[in-house]
């Protein structure tokens, strides 16, 4: 079986634990947790593979995979909380303060719409970053 190449999404709950899941199609399902997001990003690789070994060994298909892992909002708002401030992240995005903090706390999810505005924002200043470290 060739290597498939997975997203793994990340998601941080009310209770500031993150998860990690895949929508894959994989004969056997997995995810991670944790307290924080390398905790949960290990749990989730630690966890694939034991039931890749499993597999392996119940059926002789080796199961190899690669992960790309991405935030959703709120667990990149939160993840990154102590280098990102509000305010900066309201300047970047145009999304008010109070908005951000709603969904950093788990309070609120953005729509889809809000949360293309936050990766915008988000991305702009990174190339703005990029540039000026040229």
């Known amino acids: 079986m060739e290597k498939k190449h997975i997203t793994a999404h990340i998601e941080c709950g009310r209770d500031g634990w993150y998860s990690v899941y895949h929508n ?20 989730f690789l630690a966890t694939f593979e034991g039931f890749r070994k499993e597999h392996l060994e119940e059926t002789g ?42 969904y950093v706390r788990g309070l609120r999810h953005p729509s889809p719409k809000t949360q293309e505005r936050i990766k915008a924002g988000v991305q702009r200043f990174a190339q703005e970053l990029s540039r000026a470290m040229a």
């Open 61 to 102: 298909e080796n199961v190899e995979a690669e992960f790309d892992f991405v935030y959703d909002a709120s667990a990149f708002l939160q993840h990154y909380k102590n280098i990102l401030t509000l305010s900066g992240l309201s300047k970047m995005t145009g999304i008010n303060k109070e908005q951000l903090s709603q």
């Open 24 to 43: 894959e199609d994989l004969p056997f399902g997995f995810f991670g947790e944790g307290r924080t997001v390398m905790a949960a990003k290990e749990d």
